[in-house]
């Protein structure tokens, strides 16, 4: 899922050490498609072993993973269960957008054209069941627990939160805030700096804060869900025409109430928007009891390097760093 709301959201930049000791719900689904779309070869296609099989995912997944527990921060990583029927008219718009990737970069293969083969690979990312299974089974072994959704994972993440299981939500996306999480972080990147249209940006973890969200906006809960209909999810694609994220805060702030909000929009609003409000209103989420795994070294290996060809030497030098990193904190307990 993916509200366009970032403008209109308050935020604040915080360290990797204010994170210290804290435990994070990651939606799983949303960090493998960053994984498999940014770490790629340099003709655009993604990492792999030697026999072909795609290893993006799992490389992303360790070395962020690592670099996180580095850090003393505890991962919760959250996976996608079955989709709401709602979300039929953005699944079909994507696959209809990655077959029109996908055709293009085999025009620009044929080409030579190296930098749209770049641009087009991105386009055509798909996660496998193979690809869901093996990242489970690496960060278990990662001593990271995992936990199943019943559908959307973005919104049990939240459902952690709000149980006290974990401190905030880690997406990129906006869709946590909309169901209630208390907080939300973005930017857990590995990487410092990021390279945009204008130039390099510095990148640091953001923390947006339910409570202050709403405040600073002068809204309510249940106004922000009509806010997030108002320019669109996933359940309706496009929101209603016309109206953004600032247009949708001076509407949901005059007529208040859910009723008087879309009936001021009219016949705009061509979608079933109380099932849409409903589906964040009460989520399709259950209680969990979370469970963090003991790490297993031997599993990581065998994983990594034994069956997918990563290097030995540097998940070791990784081991070892974590390791180091694990008895200096021992010793700065007993003294």
């Known amino acids: 899922m993916g509200l366009q709301i970032g403008d209109i959201v308050p935020r604040k930049q915080v360290t990797f050490s204010e994170l210290k000791g804290k435990t994070l719900a990651v939606d799983a689904f949303n960090a493998l498609?960053?994984?498999?779309?940014?770490?790629?070869?340099?003709?655009?296609?993604?990492?792999?072993?030697?026999?072909?099989?795609?290893?993006?995912?799992l490389s992303g997944l360790f070395y962020r993973t690592m670099a996180l527990l580095h850090e003393g921060i505890k991962l919760i990583y959250v996976f996608d269960g079955e989709y709401s029927p709602l979300k039929g008219v953005t699944q079909k718009q994507r696959q209809e957008a990655k077959d029109v990737a996908q055709e293009?970069?085999?025009?620009?293969?044929?080409?030579?054209?190296?930098?749209?083969?770049?641009?087009?690979?991105?386009?055509?990312?798909?996660?496998t069941g193979e690809m869901i299974v093996e990242s489970k089974e690496l960060l278990e072994a990662l001593g990271v627990a995992v936990v199943q959704a019943p559908s959307e994972g973005e919104m049990q993440c939240a459902e952690l939160v709000k149980s006290e299981q974990a401190w905030a939500v880690a997406s990129q996306d906006y869709d946590a805030l909309a169901v209630g999480s208390p907080r939300l972080i973005q930017n857990m990147t590995l990487s410092?700096?990021?390279?945009?249209?204008?130039?390099?940006?510095?990148?640091?973890?953001?923390?947006?804060?339910?409570?202050?969200?709403?405040?600073?906006?002068?809204?309510?809960?249940?106004?922000?869900?009509?806010?997030?209909?108002?320019?669109?999810?996933?359940?309706?694609?496009?929101?209603?025409?016309?109206?953004?994220?600032?247009?949708?805060?001076?509407?949901?702030?005059?007529?208040k109430y859910p009723v008087d909000i879309f009936r001021a929009v009219g016949e705009r609003v061509d979608f079933d928007w109380p099932t849409v409000f409903e589906?964040?209103?009460?989520?399709?989420?259950?209680?969990?009891?979370?469970?963090?795994?003991?790490?297993?070294?031997?599993?990581?290996?065998?994983?990594?390097v034994d069956r997918h060809d990563f290097s030995l030497e540097r998940v070791q030098k990784q081991l070892d760093k974590l390791t180091e990193v694990k008895m200096k904190s021992a010793q700065q307990k007993l003294f």
């Open 33 to 57: 498609y960053q994984f498999l779309t940014s770490i790629r070869q340099p003709d655009g296609m993604p990492l792999m072993d030697e026999k072909r099989r795609i290893t993006s995912h």
């Open 104 to 127: 293009k970069y085999h025009e620009a293969v044929e080409a030579e054209d190296v930098d749209a083969m770049v641009k087009y690979a991105r386009g055509f990312v798909r996660l």
């Open 279 to 304: 589906m964040f209103k009460k989520p399709q989420v259950r209680a969990e009891s979370v469970v963090f795994p003991a790490m297993n070294p031997n599993k990581i290996i065998e994983i990594l």
């Open 192 to 255: 410092k700096t990021r390279r945009t249209a204008s130039g390099i940006i510095y990148i640091a973890p953001e923390l947006i804060e339910y409570g202050k969200l709403l405040n600073e906006l002068g809204i309510t809960g249940d106004q922000l869900i009509c806010l997030a209909i108002l320019v669109g999810t996933d359940y309706n694609p496009g929101g209603v025409k016309g109206i953004g994220p600032k247009k949708a805060l001076a509407l949901v702030r005059e007529k």
